[in-house]
């Protein structure tokens, strides 16, 4: 592929990243610091990945993420249990694997942490702009403790920018919002406070960026197996002082090792992108693909967690930039929009091909993939993967099948090396195929 | 059944059953004054708006069957409803069409908006935007605004502006009023009489019949339908069969709710899309039920953006109260022995409200039934089976409570 990758032909495959061991720790002491939340009676809020934290954190308020305690559940392989406990109270398979598997451990009150589920909301928090879905798991798990939810409609952006009334509607939302915080908690929420958040969410931003932008040597410093696993501290713990102390440990990490032309794939045959959530249950087919020289070096997912970043300009109107951030997210947003993303992480990374998880799960993000891929093939000239699995619930997902299917797509990557890249082609596991 | 209301409920149900025949009669829109055809999605697309720029306002439902076409753009698992419609565009079916409008609801609707805007050759698209949360600050504006919007799209489209369309508003929004206040009537005898003066599978035609027609054509044979049905005085007479509410999304075939009729059952009310969410309101606070009703004639976007945030909601909306409410106060007020919940498969906003739901009408002492309607049927052989089954069990708790020495409501 490139000279970089020849002088690292003889190099082994780098090893973990040595950051692991404080993200086991960062991650260990941030739920640790949540039950220690309840037992001190310290305000607890359920939230969603897309809701905006920052002034949760600013108030002392703890945030739980049930979206990451369900991936949680899928990573270590106990959210089918969780999932058949859901499905026992009337919820259809057919829902997010994520909502069963946490709606299944609350009903239970039993979870792979410490025995017991999540502890109990004060307050749940639930933001519309990356599915419906969110908004009927939340008013779930708010029926099942009597406490009151809180519902940031965002509306839908097919082009951006977002038009100014939709702003301003979800900018008054979120005065709304402040003031539920502040009367549920009975706290006050300080600006500056709030503002140093907004710095520290931004400042943990340009350091995932800088962090993704070393993937872009050859080889790649990370794959998605190392990226899926660190995005943890952006989600959970953005705007804190941990996150940025974190990023840029990782960063000096991806900088060094690519300064010194390490990867966890140094024979780089090809470079991938994934489309889509983990497939947490089965993290250890990245593995797969390393063994095959083949890498991801974008993730549209891991991508994502960058576009919470906010100037020193805009800080001067917090919540019209929240406002403005929260309303552009990338399930938020029109297909041009998304495409245009993956086509420029497509060209940043130079990529020789596109994995589509076409994520049973999550319709939100996997229902415009057909036209993402014709957009890859079109204007890229890459091909392009569909593995059919879900991002939490293992029953839906035929590993045999989807590692035929990548045999299949990487002979095509190989024949593509050979023709000068001549050939486009589209896999798909399962039968039929997008109209691609 | 009296004769003319058997000829008048049959004469809708043609229409809706050859919609297609009688969409195609352009004659019959330019003759009534039309400048073309518009399909809307959805009980919140305003059709006052779409009347008022002088386009035939058509609801856009999927026709029951295998899909084709739509494999290519979304996968099996979206919303089998959202396949269906989208696969019917791409085989040309609304190619007469001008143009269609999306309202904001559900993810998998959003996404076959923005197939149709790519894929389907129509001179109008229009996704409108609107809350998902109803009582959020700002919604009525947000509402009214997107309505703006809307108004001047479809100005753009008709060759008036959209003063034009407004100016009109109020002669539509009094139209589509009366339409909801008929259907609110029927609604209300049927849910209310010992003996239903019409089926369930037959007023969701003559429902079905409402989003087809020519509107004032439409409103002229509802209310001889009611009146007739006034007139009967239908109370009291023969062995009613056992009284069931259904409740779910888009039912677009009649012959669903036959099915669940021809069990031994009859339909007497509905929490449906294509039933009272389309013309039932409750006001604000007013918590639903006995207070649901037909609403008011809006004069303007303010007033229609009320009236839209104010109708019984769907699941797509939070907060869900009223919806609750009303279906409780429904399945009361008609003396139903149970309910049965008719899902869409892979509609997730009604999923996740079923077992919710579903606790809601135990502890009202109504049993449930869950059954799946997939690319527009239910499975035949095995939701006959299900509904004889649930029926006994119905019939067996009215024999255990008349042993007790009573009615069990």
Known sequence: MTADRTAAAAVKPAGRLKVDADLKRLMGKYYSGVFWAHRLRRPIAWITSGAPVEPLYAMGITPVYPENYGAILGARKVSAEFCEIAEGAGYSRDLCSYARGSIGSMMADRGPLNGHGLPAPDLLICAKNICNVVVKWWEVMARHYHKPLFVLDVPYVPEEPAKPHQLDFVRGQLDEMIAFLEKHTRRRLSHPRLVRVLENSTATVALWEEVQGYRRASPSPASALDMFTNMAPIVTLRGTDEAVGYYRKLAAELKGRAERHEGPVPDERYRLVWDNIAIWHNLRLMKYFHERGAVFVGESYTNAWGEYTFSPDELKDPIGAMARQYSGVLLNVGPEVRLARLLKMGRDYRADGVVFHSNRSCKTYSLSQYFLARGVQDRLGLPTLFIEADMADPRAYADAVAKTRIDAFLEILEGRRGAGGATVDSTRTGGGGPAC | ?409
């Open chain 2, 1 to 409: 059944m009296d004769e003319d209301i058997a000829r008048l409920v049959a004469e809708l149900t043609a229409v809706y059953e050859g919609r297609r025949a009688y969409l195609a009669g352009a004659a019959r829109f330019k003759a009534a004054g039309y400048r073309g055809t518009i399909g809307y999605f959805c009980t919140y697309a305003p059709e006052e708006l779409i009347l008022a720029a002088g386009f035939h306002p058509v609801r856009i439902v999927a026709e029951p069957g295998m899909v084709g076409p739509v494999d290519g753009h979304l996968q099996s698992f979206a919303c089998s409803f959202a396949r269906g419609c989208l696969d019917q565009a791409l085989r040309r079916v609304y190619e007469g069409f001008d143009g269609v409008v999306f309202p904001a609801t559900c993810d998998s609707l959003r996404t076959a908006a923005e197939v149709w805007r790519r894929h389907v050759p129509q001179r109008f698209f229009h996704f409108m935007n609107f809350p998902a949360r109803l009582d959020a600050p700002g919604a009525e504006a947000f509402a009214a605004r997107e309505m703006a919007d809307l108004a001047e799209a479809l100005g753009v489209a008709s060759g008036m502006d959209a003063a034009g369309v407004l100016a009109r508003l109020p002669g539509t929004a009094a139209l589509t009023a009366e339409i909801r206040g008929l259907l609110a009537r029927l609604w209300e005898l049927r849910l209310t009489r010992a003996r239903p003066p019409l089926t369930g599978a037959e007023a969701l035609s003559v429902f079905l019949a409402g989003v087809v027609m020519e509107r004032r054509e439409y409103r002229d044979q509802l209310a001889r339908l009611v009146a007739k049905v006034e007139a009967l005085g239908m109370d009291g007479t023969g062995t009613a069969p056992t009284r069931l509410v259904v409740t779910g999304g888009v039912i677009e075939d009649p012959a669903t709710i036959r099915l669940i009729e021809d069990a031994g059952a009859v339909v007497v009310g509905d929490d449906l899309c294509t039933g009272t969410r389309a013309f039932l309101t409750a006001g604000p606070g007013a918590g639903g039920g006995p207070s649901a009703g037909p609403g008011g004639v809006p004069a303007d976007l303010g007033g229609l953006a009320r009236l839209y945030l104010t109708k019984v909601p769907c699941p797509t909306k939070h907060p869900i109260d009223r919806r609750v409410e009303t279906l409780l106060d429904t399945a009361k007020r008609g003396r139903a022995a149970g309910v049965v919940f008719l899902l869409q498969k892979f509609c997730e906003t009604h999923a996740f409200d079923q077992p919710y739901l579903a606790s809601r009408l135990t502890a009202a002492g109504l049993p449930s039934l869950v059954l799946e309607v997939e690319q527009g049927r239910l499975t035949e052989g095995q939701a006959s089976t299900r509904l004889g089954a649930f029926l006994e069990m119905i019939a067996g708790r009215r024999e255990v409570a008349s042993g007790n020495g009573g009615e069990q409501r």
